[in-house]
């Protein structure tokens, strides 16, 4: 890709090596001409989860994951050259904790079932659950999805 065609859409201005597009995350407008013909759009935006988890934050912090996938997946819709990938964040916590064996995507198992899950872990694994179903229900016939699901790790 050529340096000069590389964006980054952002709340915040200046905080990229990149040419900076101005986004709110949550509605569509004058940055959707941005993704015509583009190679690859990653999407990481989503409400920091550095914070006390109580109703509002636990309420922002689904709600920006939702809105921002949701919005993407109608300009990705809508836009005569679709970009070819899609990466949206998204969250290993949608998996079971699990110390028997590693979790993956072709043999891991879902998380929130377990009977000694706390209230904590069910929320995430809510929000990892409701991010990938409004990723994955995107019309996107032109765009290849993938769902980073990344983890924290310990050395």
């Known amino acids: 890709m050529n340096e000069r065609n590389r964006r980054h859409l952002s709340r915040q201005p200046g905080n990229s090596a990149w040419r900076t597009v101005i986004w709110n995350g949550c509605d569509a407008g004058d940055w959707c001409h941005e993704i015509e013909g583009a190679d690859l759009l990653i999407n990481l ?20 994951r939702l809105r921002a996938t949701e919005v993407l997946g109608r300009v990705i819709a809508d836009a005569s050259r679709p970009p070819e990938i899609w990466m949206n964040a998204s969250t290993a916590t949608i998996y079971r904790h699990a110390l028997d064996r590693a979790m993956d995507e072709a043999t891991g198992e879902p998380g929130g079932s377990e009977p000694d899950t706390p209230a904590a872990w069910r929320f995430s694994i809510e929000v990892a659950t409701r991010w990938e179903q409004a990723f994955f229900a995107a019309a996107t016939p032109h765009t290849r999805r993938i769902a980073l699901r990344s983890a924290m790790i310990a050395p």
Do not use: F
């Open 45 to 64: 935006a989503g409400r920091s989860v550095n914070c006390r988890y109580n109703e509002r934050n636990r309420r922002q912090i689904l709600e920006s």
